[in-house]
């Protein structure tokens, strides 16, 4: 009797076995690199080839975010500093300090064990490769850092405060007025209601909030909702 069914099924359980496979590997490798503390777990605090303090730096001395983070305001990305722009200070602040002696290696010939090569800092938040968020459009509009990255004038060492996630960007477009603020205090973490008064000559206007409200009016900020804002 003639065999039932073609000869090529007889690798059909195989096949099948070898494409299952590749599903559950492809979906446990999707999770290890996006369901991890380096993705998106709130309090993720990775230890940094240099101990920066903000705390010191922007808390202390004032330094602009930008200063370090120079292309924030006119990038999709933003950017963490460069050798050249630590040793523009610690060329001659804090020059011998041990915790230095990665910058040393970058930039400095004169020292044991130069060797040139950039800082390698750990990067501490990171949008899944679907996700398109622009810095420069929110920054622009007066979206403060302190909104995403919570108090990091304060931080000693630099953690994940938020969970960057798409419901919580969302609560963000749905009540704008809640987070945006004057332009001129978008890098001011110590931004509040006593200084509504420099902005308006309302006296029912009184809150941060109250003030976002006539922003978003003024700005004609419409954040959008639907999937094509992030997802490209």
Known sequence: MANFFPRWTNLLPLKIAVCA?????????????????????????????????????VGQLGIDCRYCHSFVDVSGHSNVPTANTCWNCHEHVQRDSPKLEPLHRAMNPSFPGYDGKPIEWVRIH???????????????????????????????VVYQAESHSMGWCLECH???????????????????????????????????????????????????????????
Request: glycine share 6%; proline share 6%.
């Open 174 to 232: 749905r009540a704008p007025e809640d987070h945006i603020r004057p332009l001129e205090e978008v890098f001011n973490f110590e931004y509040g209601d006593a200084d509504v008064a420099r902005y308006v000559q309302d006296d029912s206007i009184t809150t941060t909030r109250q003030l976002g409200l006539r922003l978003v009016e003024k700005f004609d900020v419409q954040p959008k909702e639907s999937c094509a804002t992030c997802h490209h």
């Open 21 to 57: 496979g590749s599903v559950a590997a492809g979906v446990v490798a999707a999770f290890a690199y996006y369901a991890t503390p380096k993705a998106q777990v709130v309090g993720y605090q990775p230890s940094q080839p240099i101990p920066f303090s903000h705390s010191i730096h």
């Open 126 to 156: 990171k949008s899944p490769d679907y996700v398109y968020f622009n810095h420069a459009a929110h920054v622009n509009r007066g979206i403060s850092c302190q909104s995403c990255h919570g108090d990091v004038h304060e931080m000693e």
